[in-house]
C-alpha cells in the first residue's frame, strides 16, 4: 500500500454511492469513472487518498487493522463486530433501522423458546437478552425472509430500510429495534500518526452534514 496515501475502506453499493456523493461535496475531487469502477482498490492521487472495497462486515476489520486509515461502516456492522477503532463522526446518510419481523399470524405469546434468525447474532443476542426473552438465534448469510416462510425460524431481525422487502415475502414488522446510520472509523494508530489529514477529512465531512441538516 502507498503509505503517502489516505486509505479509505468503504463497502460496495448503497453506503458507497452516498459517501462518494458527501466526499464530493467536502470539496475532494473524485472523478466520474470512479463510481462504475469494479476494481476492488482505487487511488485518487489528485485528492491524496487511496479506496478500499469491500463487504460491509470486513470494513472495520481492515480499520483495525491498519490495512485502512478510515472507513465508512455502518452503525449495525459496529456493533455486531466490536472491532477496535474509533467512531469519530455519524455521516447520516443510509439511514435504517433495525427490526423484528414474523409472517402475519405469528403469536409471541405461544412461544416458548423462539427461534430467530438474523446476519447478526451478536446483536440480536444482546437486544432479547435486554428484553428478558430467551430466544435461539440462528445465523443467515443472506435471504433473512425466507426463515419464517420455510420454517426455519418464528421470527427475524433484519435491516428495513424501505419495508418493500418484507411485504413482499408476506412478512409484518413486529417490533422496531434501533436506528442504523454510516459511520465515519479511524483506525487508533492513523489518528496519531495522520492526525492532521483526517481531522480534516472529519471537519470537512462534518461541515457539509451540519450545513445538510440545516437547510
Request: aromatic fraction near 6%; proline fraction near 6%; hydrophobic fraction near 40%.
Amino acid at each position: 500500500m502507498n503509505q503517502e496515501l489516505l486509505t479509505v475502506a468503504m463497502p460496495k453499493g448503497r453506503i458507497f454511492e452516498e459517501a462518494v456523493e458527501l466526499l464530493r461535496k467536502a470539496g475532494y475531487d473524485l472523478p466520474p469513472e470512479f463510481d462504475d469502477s469494479r476494481r476492488l482498490i482505487l487511488e485518487v492521487p489528485e485528492s491524496g487518498m487511496q479506496f478500499i472495497l469491500a463487504k460491509p462486515m470486513d470494513v472495520p476489520t481492515y480499520v483495525e487493522h491498519g490495512v485502512a486509515d478510515v472507513g465508512v461502516a455502518g452503525k449495525d456492522v459496529m456493533i455486531e463486530e466490536e472491532r477496535d477503532v474509533y467512531e469519530v463522526l455519524d455521516l447520516k446518510i443510509s439511514a435504517c433501522y433495525m427490526a423484528v419481523a414474523a409472517l402475519p399470524d405469528y403469536s409471541p405469546e405461544l412461544d416458548v423458546a423462539p427461534k430467530i434468525a438474523s446476519k447478526y447474532p451478536k446483536l440480536t443476542s444482546d437486544y432479547f437478552r435486554e428484553q428478558g426473552e430467551q430466544v435461539e438465534i440462528i445465523k443467515l448469510n443472506g435471504s433473512i425472509e425466507l426463515a419464517p416462510i420455510v420454517g426455519l425460524a418464528d421470527r427475524i431481525v433484519d435491516i428495513v430500510s424501505t419495508g418493500q422487502t418484507l411485504k413482499e415475502n408476506g412478512l409484518v414488522e413486529i417490533e422496531t429495534m434501533i436506528p442504523i446510520t454510516s459511520r465515519f472509523i479511524v483506525n487508533p494508530v492513523s489518528y496519531r500518526t495522520k492526525a492532521d489529514r483526517i481531522d480534516d477529512m472529519v471537519d470537512r465531512l462534518a461541515e457539509v452534514i451540519n450545513g445538510e441538516e440545516q437547510a
